[in-house]
């Protein structure tokens, strides 16, 4: 790690003192960033890819039963749930089961989620740097809840366009990518077109590292040992590809969307700021992908209809979602 004296520079210092940068775009009062370029035309694009009708869900089970628990960022935890009603609490005669009028009986369960601790939607005031989020809110907006730039304008909104799945690990011959593995735009592009998937402004961009899924399959102490995950990583030259490409949208099948620990300089997670804060560019993780890579692979066709709507969590720094694929 090059990083001066070993120490890690603030994000300020790499991504510069005029970042790449969409704030006021779509005037001072915007809450919806990037998301503003998914229109009419936008969805019919979607609707166009569709040949088959066949559909995938892209969400991870939450709660899974015999596992380790979900995959989530370290220190968040997975879905705890419990039953309230149930057969059991009926045959039990538990107080406050007052049998309903003609035997009716039910199951009834409640839940404490880390409403970033499944396949979610990033709200653009999720992270910020330099004490200001997206489009220049000031960062105190975020205390108590996201008054500003949260979850729910994106949730209101929806997500509807042109999907294109980009297998950066088919491209690169693995079933998922290492730990710590990176990769730019120019491997992005280079993988669509060895795919034969053109890749179109406001596109809404999915990309496949194998890493989620191969959460099943290994140990979980050896999934987050010493935790960095592959990913995408920060030069400006990105920052203004995906400026320039008008990506509403970025999915992966990784927990936070991009490496972790930038590799130059050890700052973590520095593409949070280029695309929530700078870009207003909504950032969907924990998906899983692999189903729907196989299934493009084997017809060799990689665009879709892509939708999701993230829960209409008032002040929610994210939420939960399950997006639909349409092929
Ligand atoms: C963090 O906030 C650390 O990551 P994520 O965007 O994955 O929730």
């Not at 909504?282 to 879709?304: K, N, Y």
Request: one cysteine or more; charged letters at 25%.
């Amino acid at each position: 790690m090059d990083t001066q004296n070993g120490q890690v520079p603030p994000l300020r210092e790499l991504l510069g003192a005029e970042p790449v940068n969409n704030w006021g775009r779509w005037g001072e009062d915007d809450e919806l960033g990037s998301v503003n370029y998914l229109g009419r035309s936008e969805a019919l694009a979607g609707v166009a890819e569709v040949r088959s009708g066949e559909s995938f869900t892209l969400q991870v089970q939450m709660g899974r039963q015999g596992g380790e628990g979900d995959p989530v960022w370290p220190g968040r935890f997975s879905i705890r749930r419990k039953n309230v009603r149930d057969a059991q609490k009926w045959a039990d005669g538990q107080t406050g089961l007052d049998p309903y009028p003609g035997g009716l009986q039910d199951a009834d369960d409640v839940a404490e989620i880390a409403l970033q601790g499944s396949t979610q939607y990033d709200a653009l005031g999720h992270t910020w740097y330099d004490g200001k989020i997206w489009n220049g809110y000031d960062a105190s907006t975020t205390a108590g809840e996201l008054a500003k730039a949260s979850i729910l304008p994106i949730a209101e909104h929806g997500i509807v366009g042109r999907g294109v799945l980009v297998d950066m690990a088919r491209h690169r011959g693995k079933r998922f990518l290492d730990k710590g593995e990176t990769f730019t735009h120019e491997d992005l592009q280079a993988a669509a077109e060895q795919q034969g998937v053109e890749l179109r402004p406001r596109d809404v961009l999915v990309v496949r590292t194998g890493f989620i899924g191969s959460y099943y399959s290994r140990d979980a102490g050896e999934f987050y040992e010493d935790f960095v995950e592959p990913g995408l990583t920060y030069s400006r030259e990105l920052a203004e590809w995906f400026q320039a490409m008008e990506i509403p949208n970025l999915v992966t099948d990784t927990i936070a969307n991009e490496v972790t620990y930038d590799p130059r300089t050890g700052v973590l997670l520095p593409l949070h700021a280029v695309f929530l804060r700078n870009l207003g560019i909504t950032m969907t993780e924990i998906a899983q992908l692999d189903e729907l890579a196989d299934a493009c692979a084997e017809e060799g066709r990689w665009s879709f209809l892509y939708t999701a709507a993230p829960l209409k969590v008032v002040g929610g720094t994210g939420a939960p979602v399950n997006p639909i694929v349409v092929r």
